[in-house]
């Protein structure tokens, strides 16, 4: 391409004086007048979208067929479509390649709402894209739609016959299947000049602008494209966007993208595109909500939490509540309650869950991909409800109790999404696919009886009461079944564990309070069972009775090394200490002066201590080992009479609470090199135990570091070992 055309195009594009579509009328003179821009007839089956196209949204597929809708409704008017424009599809391979990816990514996001990619296609739209995807779809014949009045056509199938049995439009018909002239720019010109592609796209989707407002997720997108363009300048995005998007709270937005969009990738603000996407969501969060979620101050020195809040938006764009196209299931309200002490460390609880999801599907690389998008949306939607305390509100009508529950049921539907099953399969996945934007359920026409009777209203005032669900309320442990809604309060039965039935009337202002529950009525045990569930079935009760044994003799011996004399240990003190209610205090029943500790968890000798005169036994918390190769390099003891083995896991240290428990054994360090303590066993005198120790083979200098050589596990511990204590 000629270097003066390159240099004229850059100036027209860099002039700030010049409104964006006047220059993009300058420089299609131009592109013409050198031949870089030609008039020709093209068919719908020979275009792919531009990846820049909506700065990078490409088109999104619901928006297709809604365009395609209202067209037919009013006749397609072809003189309309005579500023179309494209370009040619690129020549180098590897722009070709990522330019087919772009639109294949799309075409599976889809699910069969756009025509598949042949990799014949010669062009890529920068205008009339969604009507021309939408030509392409109907000219395929083997498309679907879910949208509300072209699904009734036929079935969802998106034909020709059948929109034509309705509409009767033989415009439409002939753009199908001839085309129509578009302005065609050339593969050259793109390459010359790369930014020409976004720069048009911005400038002839105005028409389209102005007549749809864009929505929050859009301008999102749009600040972060042109944020990149712009080599890092938002003020410059700003001002770009808002000539195409003029969405007047766009400086909250702005706000939004550069504090939690994920950083220069944006990856959060990607996402979100995705959902949306797959949503087909044309919903608002307004300039309230949108304010909320971007400037509450949650008071945390450790985090900002960008994923709950993406949470939060993502929630709204599936909402299944909305006035004037604005998303009404959470409030301003229910973002400012998420920074009170009461659900700070819930709220903590789900940043952590959400980060840890996304790094697992980013791991996976699922984070572009349809199966990744659909997990995380539905955990993120999920997780804003429960922190909102409006559980079962959503698409989702299943109530989870915990957020334990809602990452269980994500972690679940991980697995079976690994597997190539559906996740609305996966055990403990309560209507997933509800919640990841499948075809509401078909909607009851109400009758003129209904609306004048108290208990139809009643019913669809509470329409989470379904009959026969089980239900819970705040004064009750009992759990009611719902049986019927009368004129005055809904009917429930109540069932006692002996079978008995009581019914329950509840007042139509009362059932507000009425919770669903997966729990079932209570019923008494049948006898054979509690026969089989009674002492002897508590298989672990041996083991613990062994546990009991060593933890006593730990403690007795543990006092012997620095010549203190044992205290006595009473059973009762034992099974506390099993049961995690004794607080150790064990610091104050040793002699501190042979030793010193440090705050960086290391010890030292306090006194010249001779070779040999230093061994240190652990003490702590039990679990058994369960094998030598997991459980390497730990405090093992061996309980010989039954076979088990313990590893003796130290008493928390917390310092500056003053609630830690020193073992010293626990504070002497691995040493790279020189050592001076040495590992051995020893089998305590009339017991079937041994247990491991450290002690010095060198002399001791005052102020010398306690370090000993880690052993393999299954190492002779070395001499001494397995003497009598």
């Excluded at 309560?430 to 209904?450: F, H, T």
């Excluded at 010549?563 to 040793?590: D, I, M, T």
């Excluded at 083979?697 to 003497?723: D, H, I, S, T, Y």
Aim: with cysteine; aromatic share 8%.
């Amino acid at each position: 391409m000629d270097p003066a055309l390159v240099a004229e195009l850059n100036s027209l594009k860099d002039d700030r004086h010049a409104a964006i579509n006047t220059k993009v009328g300058q420089m299609q003179t131009l592109l013409e007048r050198h031949g870089h821009l030609y008039q020709v007839a093209v068919l719908p089956s020979q275009l792919l979208v531009h990846p820049a196209n909506r700065c990078g949204m490409l088109v999104n597929s619901y928006d297709c067929h809604e365009k395609g809708f209202k067209a037919l409704s009013v006749g397609f008017d072809a003189s309309k479509l005579s500023e179309s424009v494209c370009f040619e599809v690129a020549k180098d391979p590897v722009v070709k390649a990522m330019q087919l990816q772009s639109n294949l990514k799309l075409v599976a996001a889809s699910e069969n709402r756009l025509a598949p990619v042949s990799s014949l296609e010669r062009y890529l739209t920068v205008s009339a894209s969604h009507v021309s995807q939408f030509c392409k779809a109907v000219a395929s014949g083997h498309c679907s739609t879910e949208h509300e009045v072209l699904k009734g056509v036929n079935n969802g199938a998106l034909t020709m016959d059948s929109l034509q049995s309705k509409f009767k439009d033989k415009v439409f018909e002939q753009l199908c299947y001839k085309g129509w002239t578009w302005k065609c720019i050339t593969a050259e010109t793109e390459q010359a000049c790369p930014w020409m592609p976004a720069m048009f796209q911005a400038a002839l989707n105005t028409a389209g602008m102005v007549a749809k407002v864009p929505t929050e997720v859009e301008v999102a997108l749009s600040l972060c494209y042109w944020h990149q363009t712009h080599g890092g300048s938002i003020q410059q995005a700003v001002e770009t966007t808002r000539l195409t998007m003029p969405l007047a709270y766009i400086e909250t937005v702005s706000a939004y993208v550069c504090e939690f969009g994920g950083g220069d990738n944006f990856g959060l603000v990607h996402l979100l595109d995705q959902i949306s996407k797959m949503f087909g969501s044309q919903l608002f969060l307004g300039e309230e909500f949108l304010s909320a979620i971007t400037f509450v101050d949650f008071k945390d020195a450790e985090s900002r939490y960008p994923f709950v809040r993406a949470a939060l938006w993502a929630c709204q764009l599936h909402s299944p509540k909305h006035h004037d196209s604005i998303s009404r299931l959470l409030s301003k309200t229910d973002v400012e309650k998420l920074k009170t002490a009461a659900v700070k460390q819930t709220v903590k609880n789900a940043e952590q869950l959400l980060k840890m999801s996304w790094d697992i599907l980013e791991k996976l690389g699922w984070l572009t991909d349809k199966k990744g998008v659909g997990l995380i949306a539905r955990f993120m939607i999920r997780v804003a409800l429960f922190v909102c305390n409006k559980s079962g509100k959503g698409r989702e009508p299943h109530v989870y109790e915990t957020l334990a529950d809602v990452h269980t049921a994500f972690s679940q539907e991980l697995e079976a999404v690994k597997k190539g099953h559906d996740p609305a399969k996966a055990p403990g996945a309560a209507s997933s696919s509800s919640a990841a934007g499948s075809p509401a359920k078909r909607i009851k026409v109400v009758s003129l009886e209904d609306n004048s009777s108290a208990a139809a209203i009643a019913l669809r005032q509470h329409s989470w009461l379904k009959v026969g669900g089980f239900y819970t309320r705040k004064d009750s442990t009992e759990i009611f079944a719902f049986e019927a809604m009368t004129d005055q309060s809904g009917r429930f039965r109540v069932k006692d564990p002996w079978g008995k039935e009581k019914e329950v009337e509840v007042l139509h202002a009362d059932l507000k309070g009425m919770k669903a529950t997966e729990k079932m009525p209570p019923t008494i045990l049948e006898q054979g069972l509690v026969a089989t569930l009674g002492l002897g079935s508590f298989k672990g009760l041996y083991e613990e009775s062994c546990k009991s044994e060593v933890l006593h003799a730990l403690y007795e011996h543990y006092q012997q090394p620095l010549g203190l004399k044992p205290n006595f240990l009473s059973v009762a003190w034992v099974a506390q200490k099993l049961l995690g209610f004794y607080s150790c205090h064990c610091r104050n029943e040793l002699d501190d002066s042979w030793l010193h500790y440090s705050s960086d968890n290391k010890i030292y000798a306090a006194k010249n201590i001779k070779k040999g005169g230093l061994k240190l036994y652990p003490v702590g918390f039990l679990v058994k080992s369960q094998s030598d190769e997991r459980d390497k390099g730990k405090a093992i003891v061996k309980h010989l009479d039954s076979g088990f083995k313990f590893v003796v896991q130290p008493p928390r240290v917390e310092l500056e609470a003053g609630k830690s428990c020193l073992v010293p054994y626990f504070w002497v360090q691995p040493s790279a090199g020189e050592s001076n303590m040495e590992h051995g066993e020893t089998a305590i005198a009339g017991k079937s135990i041994i247990v491991p120790f450290l002690k010095n083979k060198a002399k001791l200098v005052a102020g010398e570091q306690l370090l000993f050589e880690r052993l393999p596990a299954g190492a002779n511990p070395g001499k001494g070992a397995k003497r009598k204590a």
